[in-house]
């Protein structure tokens, strides 16, 4: 069985910097994109950054200059570094995996549980 397990979040002060960690576990032959959204209360969720195997990148433009995402296919792990954190980044940040091979699906989308991260003095 595929899983998606994150790390990292928690409580920043503004201004700090975060990373957070994905990796996909169990037996995959291939991986679309792998990349980061959010959900903030009461809002609902939007793209943060995706990673392609092809090796391009999509981030969104609320973090553009400020979030670097990068993809290990061989690891199969994406990490999303964040720098200048502010309040408005507090939310709950879900990994992202899409157009997945394993063993029982050919075009399988997973999402991780979620990690908090808040923003706050």
């Known amino acids: 069985q595929v899983h998606l397990v994150e790390s990292g979040g928690g409580l920043v002060q503004p201004g700090e910097s975060l990373e957070l960690s994905c990796t996909a576990s169990g037996t995959i032959f291939s991986i679309g994109t792998m990349g980061w959204y959010r959900q903030a209360p009461g809002k609902q969720r939007e793209m943060v950054a995706v990673?392609?195997?092809?090796?391009?990148?999509k981030i969104a433009g609320s973090v553009k200059g400020r979030a670097t995402i990068n993809l290990n296919f061989s690891q199969k792990t994406v990490t999303l570094q964040m720098n200048n954190l502010n309040p408005e980044d507090t939310a709950v940040y879900y990994c992202?995996?899409?157009?997945?091979?394993?063993?029982?699906?050919?075009?399988?989308?997973?999402w991780g549980q979620g990690t908090l991260v808040t923003v706050s003095s």
């Open positions: 992202h995996a899409d157009r997945m091979i394993t063993l029982t699906d050919r075009n399988l989308t997973l």
């Open positions: 990673a392609y195997t092809s090796g391009s990148t």
